[in-house]
């Protein structure tokens, strides 16, 4: 036998929303918002201006892509001169290497002075 399941019950349909201070499930009907009763915080059905909060993150993140990726994130200085590597220049080469061995020479010079 088939036995079609019902058909869940949202919050929306419901007229329940959750409260963003203290989590409460608030019943707020037919309303876009309300206040909480809990803390008397402000409740919305929906996070007023999603969309245009969303798509400012895009462009922001698109804007600093770039330069976050182009910009030097380590500087090296050996015996044999200074060097400065960006994310693109060597991803998974020798300055991911150096920078390991300089952090592990770090750790172990930390472990010598501790005292256990």
Do not use: W
């Not at 019902?6 to 206040?35: M, N, T, W």
């Not at 059905?45 to 600093?64: E, G, H, N």
């Not at 061995?101 to 256990?116: E, K, N, S, T």
């Amino acid at each position: 036998m088939n036995r079609e399941s019902p058909e869940p019950v949202r919050g929306r349909q419901a007229g329940l929303a959750i409260c963003d201070g203290c989590l409460a499930i608030c019943e707020i009907g037919d309303q876009l918002s309300a206040r909480c009763s809990r803390c008397s915080g402000i409740v919305h059905m929906r996070i007023p201006d999603s969309l245009q909060k969303t798509s400012a993150y895009l462009v922001a993140a698109a804007i600093l892509y770039a330069p976050a990726n182009l910009l030097p994130v380590m500087h090296t200085r050996t015996v044999l001169g200074e060097e400065d590597d960006t994310i693109f220049e060597r991803r998974g080469g020798a300055a991911s290497h150096r920078f390991l061995a300089a952090g592990a020479a770090r750790v172990l010079r930390q472990h010598r002075r501790c005292r256990f």
